[in-house]
T-cell receptor
């Protein structure tokens, strides 16, 4: 079974509107972290936001917020007031604490296109 | 602002040739990661170093791939011989230590094997 599922291969949004990118995860580890990264066409991965499994409140970073629903195992990214520069691939990732390596497992990504 | 450096940015090679990629992590970062990202997919961890030691290379094809971080600072990933299926983006990342939340990624090396 996939550990991270992103069901939206592509999404379109009008500039200045909000958009939600979906992410569901699968783990039996009680302690885990969820991340969102942005990857522009240039290729570098840019960290956006982090949510720990024990965090009581949803994480927010500027225009990014993470809608964390633990019981449903979902960690959707909400981008408010979309900008043209938000057009990129977006990856959801999970870090489990089992073992000592804390490695990240990534989903397949969602390509977001912001239209003017 | 501190960044992870990678070179080359692009590499075209013929199958059966040897290729090498270099990564210089952010100064002071003990943990270094090499990821492979095939087109249309998310990155997949190849190898993780804690200082100069390998802590996870379970997904590294060891018959053709090797990685080293001799002094616990910069790192080299080598493929010999390269195969057509190795065409991908190779991303290096570093973090303060393995338990630290954020991994910082370099710009990547895009490999094309002809």
């Amino acid at each position: 079974a996939q550990k991270i599922t992103q069901t939206q291969p592509g999404m379109f949004v009008q500039e200045k509107e909000a958009v939600t990118l979906d992410c569901t995860y699968d783990t039996s580890d009680p302690s885990y972290g969820l991340f969102w990264y942005k990857q522009p066409s240039s290729g570098e991965m840019i960290f956006l936001i982090y949510q720990g499994s024990y965090d009581q409140q949803n994480a927010t970073e500027g225009r990014y917020s993470l809608n964390f629903q633990k019981a449903r195992k979902s960690a959707n990214l909400v981008i408010s007031a979309s900008q043209l520069g938000d057009s990129a691939m977006y990856f959801c990732a999970m870090r489990e604490s089992g073992g000592s390596n804390y490695k990240l497992t990534f989903g397949k990504g969602t390509l977001l296109t912001v239209n003017p | 602002e501190a960044e992870v450096a990678q070179s080359p940015r692009y590499k075209i090679t013929e199958k059966s040739q040897a290729v090498a990629f270099w990564c210089d992590p952010i100064s002071g970062h003990a943990t270094l990661y090499w990821y492979r990202q095939i087109l249309g997919q998310g990155p997949e961890l190849l190898v993780q170093f804690q200082d100069e030691s390998v802590v996870d290379d379970s997904q590294l094809p060891k018959d053709r791939f090797s990685a080293e971080r001799l002094k616990g600072v910069d790192s080299t990933l080598k493929i010999q011989p390269a195969e057509l299926g190795d065409s991908a983006m190779y991303l290096c990342a570093s973090s303060l230590d393995s338990a630290y939340n954020e991994q910082f990624f370099g710009p990547g090396t895009r490999l094309t094997v002809l």
